[in-house]
């Protein structure tokens, strides 16, 4: 299956908004409330954002936001800091038989 | 607190077998709450989920590698691993344990990876 669509790079300036699309199907993305993001810092492991399209894990500021319409996943973080520079994945189920995940190809963020 | 730890040979040679270990303290793996989850990352590129074992002994994986792959789990030892068979230099990544929730299949906590190289 092919990989979840994100554009290559976003920016925006210093508290300001932006937003991640991740672009997927009717196989997965739009069959399934299971789409999930993931921030990476250089070097490190990827951690949880968002789960099951909009629930944010105990933690994780109310700046990160999740939405789906149709085949369209989005993450929108306001009020950007510099450590919200990072490279950024959605990631949906893909459903049954094989249980498949799959992700993005993944966006660099850069905080001017 | 919990705790995931990656293991293994950092080197592996062509056509050879790429074996690796996860260690998981401070919470069991013998749960019907989650599944234990390999990823991997080549060099700047993204993530790609291989596969996954449940409590049960079930196993899901990757349909582009399914044929070489195997995940099993000892629940003793809290541990898991994966097994890649007849590796390539395509198959240099760094590899990353996770745990799955399995109501939102979310990637909840992970390992801090571990670099394998493939080359003779």
């Known amino acids: 299956q092919s990989a979840l669509t994100q554009p290559a790079s976003v920016s925006g300036s210093l508290g300001q908004s932006i937003t991640i699309s991740c672009i997927g199907t009717?196989?997965?993305?739009?069959?399934?409330?299971?789409v999930s993001w993931y921030q990476q810092h250089p070097g490190k492991a990827p951690k949880l954002m968002i789960s099951e399209v909009s629930k944010r894990p105990s933690g994780i500021s109310s700046r990160f936001s999740g939405t789906k319409s149709g085949n369209t996943a989005t993450l929108t973080i306001t009020g950007l800091q510099a450590d919200d520079e990072a490279n950024y994945y959605c990631c949906s189920y893909a459903g049954s038989p094989s249980f498949h995940m799959l992700f993005g190809g993944g966006t660099k963020l850069t905080v001017l | 607190q919990m705790q995931m730890q990656e293991s293994g040979p950092g080197l592996v040679t062509p056509s050879e077998t790429l074996f690796l270990t996860c260690i998981v303290s401070g919470v069991s793996i013998n749960t019907n709450t989650h599944y234990w989850v390999w990823i991997r990352q080549p060099p700047g590129r993204g993530l790609e989920w291989i596969g996954n074992?449940?409590?049960?002994?079930?196993?899901y994986y990757n349909s582009s590698l399914k044929s070489r792959v195997t995940i099993s789990a000892d629940t003793s030892k809290r541990q898991f691993s994966l097994k890649l068979d007849s590796v390539t230099a395509a198959d240099t990544a760094v590899y990353y344990c996770?745990?799955?929730?399995?109501?939102?299949?979310?990637?909840?906590?992970w390992g801090q990876g571990i670099l394998v190289t493939v080359s003779s």
């Open positions: 074992t449940y409590y049960s002994g079930s196993t």
């Open positions: 009717v196989n997965n993305i739009g069959s399934y409330s299971l």
């Open positions: 996770a745990r799955q929730d399995n109501t939102g299949w979310a990637f909840d906590f």
